[in-house]
């Protein structure tokens, strides 16, 4: 079992940034791909960023790259989400999600086991 808690949502103005952090408690994390979903108001939700556990590799949606960087540091359980040049268009509900299982698709929240509860980001224009 894995428990996750977003944290660090906010309003921020276009330009700005903002970092999210997701707080996981559970044996398994350390051994857990982890992923960065958003949900805009009437959207579906979607892939943002995705780091693996073993490699650290790490995966962005084309309309975040460059601007937002995923790290982990398993020491502390806990993934961030640097958010930087924020645009109206990043405004949704964050969440952060937790893969027990081997897989590749890191993009489809149908892989994911467990989910926080979401936080906030609103950037005004």
């Known amino acids: 079992q894995v428990q996750l808690v977003e944290s660090g949502g906010g309003l921020v103005q276009a330009g700005g940034s903002l970092r999210l952090s997701c707080a996981a408690s559970?044996?398994?994390?350390?051994?857990?791909?982890m992923g960065w979903f958003r949900q805009a108001p009437g959207k579906e939700r979607e892939f943002v960023s995705a780091?693996?556990?073993?490699?650290?590799?790490?995966y962005y949606a084309d309309s975040v790259k460059g601007r937002f960087t995923i790290s982990r540091d398993n020491a502390k359980k806990t993934v961030y989400l640097q958010m930087n040049n924020l645009k109206s268009e990043d405004t949704a509900v964050y969440y952060c999600?937790?893969?027990?299982?081997?897989?590749?698709?890191?993009?489809?929240?149908?892989?994911?086991?467990?989910w926080g509860q979401g936080t906030q980001v609103t950037v005004s224009s």
């Open positions: 999600a937790a893969a027990a299982d081997p897989g590749a698709a890191v993009a489809d929240p149908g892989r994911y086991n467990y």
């Open positions: 559970g044996r398994t994390f350390s051994s857990c791909d």
């Open positions: 780091i693996t556990w073993i490699v650290l590799n790490t």
